[in-house]
């Protein structure tokens, strides 16, 4: 309800109040009310005369229109309507006074009530201007966390980085250091294996010179002197008939060339060349017959230290049937074949 519709409502009941007493002195004179009905009801009685009801009504109108004659009021009567009317005045008065006590307190809670409200609102706009301000307060201290948060990150990223780095460099260098002590340990391991293959082959070296030696020095049919003093005779015997085929083949190219000095050849028929060939044919053959004197000369030597029989190639001892087939001989059958 709006403070002017306040206002008015108890105006108007004051008003009323007011209009009030000024009814009583129509009272007093009420008989001139009923001269106004009466054409009224007289129009009304005309309208109607039908009805029996209409006709006591007409009747009873007719008695109530006529004017009273009252007398006049008393003193008394005067004393109470003014009594009356103070009274009626004093309650108006109150009314009034009441009604702008009430007006009053009502603006008054209004202004009270327009007051909280505008402190509401400031305290309101000042809450929503904190609340902005703090708002953007929190933004800026969450974009500067967010930018120390993100400065952090970078750093432990380049960090991290940097860590990984240097432990791809400390893995790579321990990787080359890892490969040069194996390639440091393989070279030794190859040195050692060498050095182990170097006296394994000096070792067999020394072994197969000692076996050699043994070889070079042994008399594979030492203990066996029979077949040694059958081996002697033999080899004296192709020895006589050797050193006679050479005094025979050395005569006959003397010969030969005694008759070629006496006698005189004719050089046109060839006589003279093949001469000299078979001349030249007797001394290789005189030749070849004193080398093989000189072989039976160093196998008569073996057999008297008793290393005849040993194969000069392989040292190994020679069959007893190759010796005996083939006077003298210095190698065995399979050394005789690879020559």
Do not use: W
């Amino acid at each position: 309800m709006s403070p002017s519709a306040s206002k008015k409502a108890p105006a108007k009941k004051a008003t009323a109040r007011k209009s009030a007493p000024k009814k009583a002195p129509a009272r007093k004179s009420a008989p001139a009310r009923p001269s106004r009905a009466t054409p009224k009801s007289s129009k009304k009685t005309t309208r109607r005369p039908t009805s029996s009801r209409a006709a006591g009504a007409k009747k009873v109108a007719s008695k109530a229109v006529k004017p009273a004659k009252r007398p006049g009021p008393t003193p008394a009567q005067r004393a109470a309507a003014a009594k009356k009317v103070a009274a009626e005045k004093a309650r108006a008065a109150a009314q009034r006074a009441r009604a702008a006590a009430a007006a009053k307190a009502l603006r008054e809670r209004e202004a009270r009530a327009r007051a909280a409200a505008k402190a509401r609102a400031a305290v309101l706009r000042a809450r929503v201007v904190a609340a902005a301000k703090a708002k953007k307060e929190r933004e800026v201290k969450a974009r500067a966390a967010a930018k120390e948060r993100e400065l952090q990150r970078k750093a432990r990223d380049k960090a991290a980085a940097e860590a990984k780095k240097q432990r791809d460099i400390d893995a790579k260098r321990k990787a080359i250091d890892a490969e040069k002590q194996r390639k440091l340990r393989e070279i030794e391991r190859r040195h050692q294996d060498e050095l182990k293959r170097l006296q394994r082959r000096e070792a067999e070296e020394l072994k197969r010179r000692e076996a050699l030696e043994r070889k070079m020095h042994s008399k594979p049919y030492g203990d066996d002197t029979a077949l040694l003093d059958e081996l002697r005779e033999r080899l004296l015997e192709v020895r006589a008939a050797t050193a006679e085929q050479i005094a025979v083949s050395e005569t006959e190219a003397n010969e030969m060339l005694v008759d070629r000095e006496r006698l005189e050849y004719d050089d046109e028929d060839g006589s003279s060349v093949a001469s000299d060939i078979q001349r030249d044919q007797l001394k290789d053959f005189a030749a070849a017959l004193r080398l093989k004197i000189d072989e039976i000369d160093v196998a008569l030597g073996r057999i008297a230290d008793g290393s005849y029989g040993r194969c000069d190639e392989c040292y190994e001892p020679i069959t007893v049937a190759r010796l005996r087939a083939q006077l003298p001989v210095f190698t065995c059958v399979s050394c005789r074949a690879a020559v």
